[in-house]
Nanobody, 126 residues
Framework: VQLQASGGGLVQPGGSLRLSCAAS?????????MAWFRQAPGKEREFVAA???????FYADSVKGRFTISRDNAKNTVSLQMNSLKFEDTAIYYC????????????????????WGQGTQVTVSS
């Protein structure tokens, strides 16, 4: 299974970016959890958002109301629309996937995910 992330870049505060992650080698279209994590320099990897099979979505408090995760089951992709970006959103963003539908206590734990993309850099700077 491979996850290919794209869409990172440099953006000014208040701007928007859209990240995409395409999965190949396994279908996650109706089952499983697809998620985004990020890691800033000198910090641990942290949960950003997740979409569970069946449609439920979860967000970190720091991105609620600004980020939206979505899945395209036909294309086997997951996207992250990021609006109102802040300096503190600067990080490498990783997509992750797992064939299980995680419960709430598990969905934010990076160690639970079996598959990872290579990461894409998002830099928010003026």
């Amino acid at each position: 299974v491979q996850l290919q992330a794209s869409g990172g870049g440099l953006v000014q505060p208040g701007g928007s970016l859209r990240l995409s992650c395409a999965a190949s080698g396994r279908t996650f279209n109706r089952d499983g959890t697809m998620a985004w994590f990020r890691q800033a320099p000198g910090k641990e990897r942290e949960f950003v958002a997740a979409s569970r099979g069946g449609g439920s979505k979860f967000y970190a408090d720091s991105v609620k109301g600004r980020f939206t995760i979505s899945r395209d089951n036909a294309k086997n992709t997951v996207s992250l629309q990021m609006n109102s970006l802040k300096f503190e959103d600067t990080a490498i963003y990783y997509c992750a996937a797992d064939p299980r539908n995680f419960i709430l206590s598990t969905i934010k734990r990076s160690v639970e995910y079996e598959y990872w993309g290579q990461g894409t850099q998002v830099t928010v700077s003026s």
